[in-house]
């Protein structure tokens, strides 16, 4: 147990639906990461959140919607999704302010059918 | 040019062999660095960080840095099947405000 959840595990969604995935740290760290991971592709960093602020926002798509409402806490809203954003998105944490090593939780596999 | 590069891969090794992994970066100004082993269908886990030059010893796996010449390496002594993962290298640059830049990853089998 890494000490970073996540919720769902497994999300099935139509491209009209809208969804959020959850992640939480039990570990006091101060940033929080999300990441898509795509089959046999490598990990791609979409939004930092260091000290409950935002910051970096990698030309993710507008369907994607982060909310970090703590330092414990990060959502990422879905809506109107393309079958090309099926992947496993990786939720990750770290201390100082994002310099340190990150710990992942163990995602969610995302199907957009 | 990648910012953090690794060898392609996939390398296979047999059991009981060495393993070494390797990745550089553009950086010259990167102080801390990481390797995390991937399973497949599960998430990176952190299994090695090294911020000074020269070895790190933790089990059987030992982190190599030198930063003059801008890589750092993973030995894996006595491979195992079970070792047999993606290896992500992360450097934290200061061109990313400090934070970590992964590699694409290096998949290792290891064969009985």
């Known amino acids: 147990e890494t000490g970073v959840t996540q919720t769902p595990r497994h999300l099935v969604m139509g491209m009209t639906n809208k969804k959020s995935l959850k992640c939480e740290q039990h570990?006091?760290?101060?940033?929080m990461y999300w990441y898509k991971q795509s089959a046999k592709k490598p990990l791609e960093l979409m939004f930092v959140y260091s000290l409950e602020e935002r910051v970096e926002n990698n030309s993710v798509p507008s369907r994607f919607s982060p909310e970090c409402p703590n330092s414990s806490h990060l959502f990422l809203h879905l809506h109107t999704l393309q079958p090309e954003d099926s992947a496993l998105y990786l939720c990750?944490?770290?201390?100082?302010?994002?310099?340190?090593?990150?710990?992942f939780g163990p995602g969610t596999r995302l199907t957009v059918t | 040019q990648k910012e953090v590069e690794q060898n392609s891969g996939p390398l296979s090794v047999p059991e009981g062999a060495i393993a070494s992994l390797n990745c550089t970066y553009s950086?010259?100004?990167?102080?801390?660095f990481f390797w995390y082993r991937q399973y497949s269908g599960k998430s990176p886990e952190l299994i090695m960080f090294i911020y000074s030059n020269g070895d790190k010893e933790d089990g059987r796996f030992t982190a190599q840095l030198n930063k003059a010449s801008q890589y750092v390496s993973l030995l894996i002594r006595d491979s195992q099947p079970s070792d047999s993962a993606t290896y992500l290298c992360a450097v934290n640059m200061r061109t990313n405000a400090g934070k970590s830049t992964f590699g694409d990853g290096t998949t290792l089998t290891v064969k009985p």
């Open positions: 570990l006091g760290h101060n940033a």
């Open positions: 950086d010259r100004g990167s102080q801390s």
């Open positions: 990750a944490s770290s201390q100082d302010g994002g310099i340190g090593e990150q710990y």
